[in-house]
């Protein structure tokens, strides 16, 4: 089966593109929580009144293994050194408009042979904007 | 009670559900560069002032018949517009988080808060720059106009000018948006007011706050002092057209007047022509003519031929003038010294003369005369040498010749006869009549005719008109041909359909933006200079509303209004910009089940007063009627006032009753908080209904504090109101069985009054 890779953007073309050699392995909702408060009037029984706000940017995570000494430092300059917005293109061809946050890596687990630079990382972005998806329920096609 | 609410709206604020793009509150606040545009007229007054009289009183010259534009004085009025002259349109400002405003009676100008976010998304594709996300700071003033603007590499926006003091926003609120409207067309909202910044607060961390005060600032700002008070209305005071001034009118008499003059006479010659061996026509004798005597000059004289003995017949020497036929009454004439008898003798202009006694003079073969002279008078002179005056009783006419006789001759001590006559000077007088045109000015006391307060220094016909020239000076003159750009340019056309020339001035082409109602009434006296000089315009307002019991606030639409609180009668006013302005019955109820979020009701006895009295100062009458309180435990609280210009114990009980009932509005009131409903204004009634309270009354709103917070979507209305009394059942608003007939009466009167609404009908 062919999977769309994820990818960062630039775009202000600062920074090369970059292709995630793994996708994650989880990521949270990109869309915003929408803000609703209820409150009731003062007879008991009374109507309740309900209110909506302006959505808010949602606080997204996502997150996977880190493969190798490259990924990591790819992931750590997205995360910290490109400033401003930042395109995140995930698997469903969404493009993902966020601002970066941070990238957490916790050392989980004992070192390996080979696996040196293996780690689980979250990676945190506060989202502007998300795209339509472009992939279909076949998956991605061929060239795409 | 707003009439121009967006469709829907009202449904949408009853039903509780504030939720969706359609439904949940929402605000857009737009920001404009104001120019203020001074429209100045040159008007006349309906009557003349004068210079004072010289014992200080200053007099007028009305016009009675009217306004004569032909006649009175020229006189100068400028009015200002803040509100329709800006150049360019305004912008909407994004990033808004919140807006509160508050409205209220008892403040002289609502005021306003907006919180917004100091930056601006980086176009996607730009290149951030260094660290910094986004574009902080956008919307500060003079952004990247300043020499160390550099430093961030900042450069002018098309906010540069826009977040600054003294400019203006309107702010559109609603339920629902539309992000493809602009915020005037937007068809979920509506405008809730129009501001003017007062203060706009940056803070580094990129939050800006900007407080507001409605148009009420333009009078709080300009003083009552020029150039905002014209120089012809400086220093302003105001009275009432029906008093009585003393007037100067001048005419023209003609009058004939009748003085006895000195008439004009020809010499023709005397007696010595007769001689011209000595003498001849005009000829001297010894250096003497008989023009001498007619030249003037005492000095000179004219001396006859001599005589040997004054005792001869032919001894009479004379002199002949011609009168040319005027009418005299006198001959005055004085002589070389003394003794002469004189007599005359008048002949017409072909000669004749005049019939009387014969002259006594005979040739005797040594004169030369004419014999048989008849003469008309005569008179002995005496011995002196002083003007000597023959009166004819009947002034006499048609005569031409005049001879004047002298004899009794008299020794001049000269070589050969020595006996002649001398007279110095001759004169003819008679009555001259004369026609003299003199101007007379008169003085009486008379009623001026009443013109526009705007073209009359000093005059009103109603207390509104005060309330006017304020708002006209201040700068919320309205022009014909007025408008509002609109931040896609396009303009919304706001034109008084008629120019208020009743009360501006026959020349203005624009009226006040306002709805104000006639008071019915004007200064009893004269409302004198301390009262307002060098004060804000809005005090002078307020010492009106203390004056007059109307209320002055500044509507949604920045629009002044200026009317009888609507205390008096159920029901409310329903103006603005509403198609059809005027007074409906409806009554907004606001429900515990429906839309009442809380409510904190006082009942207070600190404004209660067993009796109320009200008298005139030196106690002639009074009044006392008994104040609100229902709960009746023997206190006897009385109040009361004392007014010179209460005039009848009438006027005395209305006064009382008045102040008893604005006693009973404050025993109870009310805060309550209410999902934001912009049909709601300051001065509706609206009835609440709640249960642990046991409030189901009709109440005055006084107050309005909104809180439209875009972040969390509550948008709510903090309303401050009094009741409007126990009876909600009744007929009237208030108990109308507790005022006396005359109170009754004045209150009917005045709730016939309506505003003069912007909107015509």
Known sequence: MIVLRWRFEDPSGTVPEYTFPRNPRSMSTPFPARQVQAVSTTAPGGQILLWEGGVQPPDWTFGGTIVNAAHYAAMLQWAYDVPGRIFVWDHFGRRITCVPKGLDVPKEAPERVGHYWRHEYTFRALVVAVSSPTVGDDGPQEGS | MRGDLPEGMEEIWRSGNYVGTDRRPFARVTVHRPTMQLYTYGMTTTFRRVAPSLDGVAVFNPFPQGIDPTRGDPVTNTYADFLFGALHPPKELPNVAEVSWTRTMDADAAQCTVRCWNTSPLPLGEKPRGRELDRPGWFTAKRGTWQFSGRWRHEPNEWVDMLMPDNVLRVYEGYGYDPESTPEQDPHLTLTGVWLIDDVRLSALGQLVIVCRDAARLLLDHQNFPPVVPEDFYPTSFRAWDEKVTVQSQRQVVRTTTATERLKVTPLGSGNDRWPESAYVGARVYGHSHLHAFDGNPATYWLSVGNATPAYRSSYEY???????????????????????????????????????????????????????????????????????????????????????????????????????????????????????????????????????????????????????????????????????????????????????????????????????????????????????????????????????????????????????????????????????????????????????????????????????????????????????????????????????????????????????????????????????????????VRIFERVTSEGFYHYVKGISSTNNLATGEWTYDLQTHWLGDDPEGAWIVDRTSLSEVTRAYVDALVERRPEWRVEQ
Do not use: C
């Open chain 2, 319 to 685: 002199v002949d003038f011609n009168v040319h036929g005027a009418t005299f009454s006198e001959i005055r004439f004085t002589t070389v010294g003394g003794g002469y008898t004189a007599y005359v003798s008048m002949a017409d202009a072909q000669g004749n003369w005049r019939p009387g006694p014969i002259m006594g003079y005979h040739r005797d073969g040594r004169g030369r005369y004419d014999e048989g002279v008849p003469y008309v008078a005569r008179k002995a002179l005496g011995g002196s040498e002083g003007e000597h005056v023959i009166r004819f009783t009947t002034a006499v006419k048609g005569v031409h010749r005049v001879r004047l006789w002298l004899n009794g001759l008299r020794n001049f001590g000269l070589p050969g006869a020595k006996y002649r006559a001398g007279i110095r000077e001759i004169s003819v007088r008679g009555p001259v009549t004369r026609t003299v045109t003199e101007t007379v000015v008169d003085q009486r006391q008379v009623d001026l005719t009443p013109g526009p307060a705007g073209s009359n220094p000093g005059y009103v016909q109603d207390f509104t008109d005060i309330i006017r020239l304020f708002l006209a000076w201040a700068g919320l003159f309205w022009p014909q041909g007025g408008r509002w750009l609109e931040t896609d340019g396009s303009e919304l056309l706001l034109s008084p359909a008629v120019a208020d020339v009743e009360h501006l001035g026959a020349e203005v082409n624009g009226r006040v933006w306002g709805d104000l109602m006639e008071t019915g009434t004007a200064p009893l006296a004269e409302i004198s200079v301390s009262a307002f000089d060098k004060k804000s315009l809005r005090e002078g307002i307020r010492y009106l509303e203390e004056t007059i019991g109307f209320a002055f606030w500044v509507d949604e639409t920045g629009a002044a209004q200026w009317r009888l609180p609507n205390i008096w009668q159920r029901g409310n006013w329903i103006g603005g910009l509403a198609e059809l302005p005027g007074r409906t019955s409806a009554v907004i109820e606001l429900d515990e089940n429906q839309v009442l979020m809380g409510l904190d009701a006082t009942i207070t006895s600190r404004n209660v007063r067993e009796g109320i009295f009200v008298g005139n100062i030196p106690g002639n009458f009074a009044a006392l009627v008994g104040g609100y309180n229902p709960n009746v435990t023997g206190l006897r609280r009385v109040g009361g006032v004392t007014d010179k210009h209460f005039a009848s114990a009438e006027e005395a009980r209305v006064m009382a009753d008045l102040v008893a009932v604005r006693q009973m509005l404050r025993y109870r009131t009310d805060q309550l908080r209410i999902p934001a409903f912009p049909g709601i204004q300051i001065d509706d009634q």
